[in-house]
């Protein structure tokens, strides 16, 4: 099993920043892909930022240019640098990671959510 602890979120003011963490352990062999999306209440989950393996990335069209993701593999982390943030970000964001064991299964995994609320 793979565990996904965030980290980060809070109360912030419009035009603020935070900076969310994501650390993965457990039956780690390989991290494919890890990455956050978020739920606002009343809409669905949406991608936010996801970074593979190789360091590609790929963001949300409402995020890009304001979001920042990036990770540490010595420590099977990810972060994501929120800047510019405005109220329309508020939602819970939760950690996702594509994870391969040690018998080379591959799987998806969720953290618990953190959330993020952007208001005056």
């Known amino acids: 099993q793979v565990q996904l602890v965030e980290s980060g979120g809070g109360l912030v003011q419009p035009g603020g920043f935070l900076r969310l963490s994501c650390a993965a352990s457990g039956n780690i062999f390989r991290i494919d892909l890890m990455g956050w999306y978020r739920q606002a209440p009343g809409k669905e989950r949406e991608l936010v930022a996801t970074?593979?393996?190789?360091?590609?990335?790929n963001y949300g069209d409402s995020v890009k240019g304001r979001f920042t993701i990036g990770k540490d593999n010595s420590k099977n982390t990810v972060y994501m640098q929120m800047n510019s943030l405005k109220p329309e970000d508020t939602a819970v964001y939760y950690c996702?990671?594509?994870?391969?064991?040690?018998?080379?299964?591959?799987?998806?995994?969720w953290g618990q959510g953190t959330q993020v609320t952007v208001s005056s």
């Open positions: 996702h990671a594509v994870v391969q064991n040690f018998l080379l299964h591959s799987a998806n995994y």
């Open positions: 970074i593979t393996s190789r360091d590609s990335t």
